[in-house]
């Protein structure tokens, strides 16, 4: 059996990017969306998103780009002087190994943004993170242990198997988060968390055009996917350089990957219907 959940990650980060989530939601095959809770324009996300019941809205817990929840004097160690995230975030990861208030830093932080979630009265269909930042083991552990806290049910672990992509074309580079992922996806397994089984998304992040969204359906392996991408109308204040946000949406909306998942018959689902 295959079922694959279709994500857009960066939901209330900008306008353009919520008005893609809920065009790939009402005329396309998204099935859940992570919200940025310090994001620009969460009020306006939050509202398409009660708009949109079926619409699955996880967390995406983010450490880096858009504003901290908490005031920056109640997490020096996290932010710079200007109160923005570390962007030196080689520092910050060997803090959090080496010293405990950097880690107390850490949970106030995600505690917080756990909060301003359920102040959405949104249901949370799972969590995530802004560039992976869950894979590293202090903050993987904080997650699980806030997480568990704030009714947090599911969780990604980004291990895309390459053998997948491969069958589509060559994929350069090696995969230096694999062995992070495949961990923790056993960690979370073990604490009754639901994961994945499978994630698509990294190796052509920002690059998840129609014809590659196409052949990962026709590829899908057994189990349970997650295809994530970033779409977006247009470009926004915190949009990366090269990434194709347009063309990501016109994959979502493509009317030959809906015959797809119908032809393969598989079930396309939120991880709240795991």
């Not at 065009?23 to 969460?42: F, K, N």
């Not at 055009?209 to 247009?234: D, F, K, M, N």
């Not at 015959?259 to 991880?271: D, K, M, Q, W, Y």
């Amino acid at each position: 059996m295959r079922t694959v959940i279709i994500n857009a990650d960066d939901f209330g980060v900008a306008v353009a990017v919520n008005e893609a989530v809920e065009r790939a939601h009402r005329e396309g095959i998204l099935t859940t969306t992570s919200l940025m809770v310090t994001g620009a324009a969460v009020p306006d996300a939050v509202a398409r998103a009660k708009a949109m019941p079926r619409l699955g809205v996880g967390l995406h817990v983010a450490l880096a780009e858009v504003p901290p929840a908490l005031p920056p004097a109640q997490i020096p160690d996290l932010v710079d002087a200007n109160g923005h995230f570390r962007v030196d975030a080689l520092s910050v990861s060997l803090a959090l190994v080496a010293r405990a208030p950097v880690r107390r830093q850490l949970e106030a932080e995600i505690e917080a943004q756990f909060a301003l979630f359920e102040a959405t009265g949104l249901p949370l269909d799972h969590v995530d993170s802004h560039k992976h930042m869950h894979m590293h083991p202090v903050i993987a552990a904080t997650i699980l242990r806030v997480g568990r806290r704030h009714g947090m049910r599911a969780v990604r672990a980004p291990v895309e198997p390459r053998a997948v992509l491969r069958k589509i074309e060559p994929v350069k580079g090696f995969d230096i988060a694999a062995p992070f992922a495949r961990g923790f996806q056993r960690k979370a397994r073990r604490a009754g968390f639901k994961v994945p089984d499978h994630v698509f998304g990294l190796a052509w992040s920002g690059a998840m055009r129609t014809e590659r969204l196409r052949a990962i359906l026709q590829h899908l392996p057994e189990g349970v996917s997650e295809v994530y991408l970033h779409p977006a109308t247009g470009p926004y204040p915190l949009s990366a350089p090269g990434y194709a946000y347009a063309d990501e949406l016109a994959a979502l909306t493509d009317p030959v990957a809906r015959e797809i998942v119908s032809r393969e018959g598989i079930t396309l689902a939120r991880f709240a219907d795991l």
